[in-house]
Nanobody
Framework: QVQLVESGGGLAQAGGSLRLSCAAS????????MAWFRRAPGKEREFVGR????????SYADSVKGRFTISRDNAKSTMYLQMNNLKPEDTAVYYC?????????????????WGQGTQVTVSS
């Protein structure tokens, strides 16, 4: 059974940092692209960033580029999202996702499995 479990969300002040984790099980983590998406209140889900199977290739939404960093530890089947210089507009539920059947997709439709999400709230 595939499971993606996010953790590390919480409350941060503007300019602060948080680190999210996504623990995966039930599939061969080291062979798939992983990604982070987020959904802010009243808004559509949006792409945050992605990382290829080996961690050599990443890409980010313009809104988080230079502030957020995605990494992965294949030995631990875990992906991370380091979020620095947080802004109130980063407030959202953050989801991790796994693309088992697609190669490095950017759209949500390319991801087969999703976590339950973790809330990030940034105060001004």
């Amino acid at each position: 059974q595939v499971q993606l479990v996010e953790s590390g969300g919480g409350l941060a002040q503007a300019g602060g940092s948080l680190r999210l984790s996504c623990a995966a099980s039930g599939f061969t983590f080291s062979t798939v692209t992983m990604a982070w998406f987020r959904r802010a209140p009243g808004k559509e889900r949006e792409f945050v960033g992605r990382i290829d199977w080996g961690g050599a290739r990443t890409s980010y939404a313009d809104s988080v580029k230079g502030r957020f960093t995605i990494s992965r530890d294949n030995a631990k089947s875990t992906m991370y999202l380091q979020m620095n210089n947080l802004k109130p507009e980063d407030t959202a539920v953050y989801y991790c996702a796994a693309a088992v059947t697609s190669q490095f997709p950017i759209s949500a439709g390319g991801y087969d499995f999703w976590g339950q999400g973790t809330q990030v709230t940034v105060s001004s």
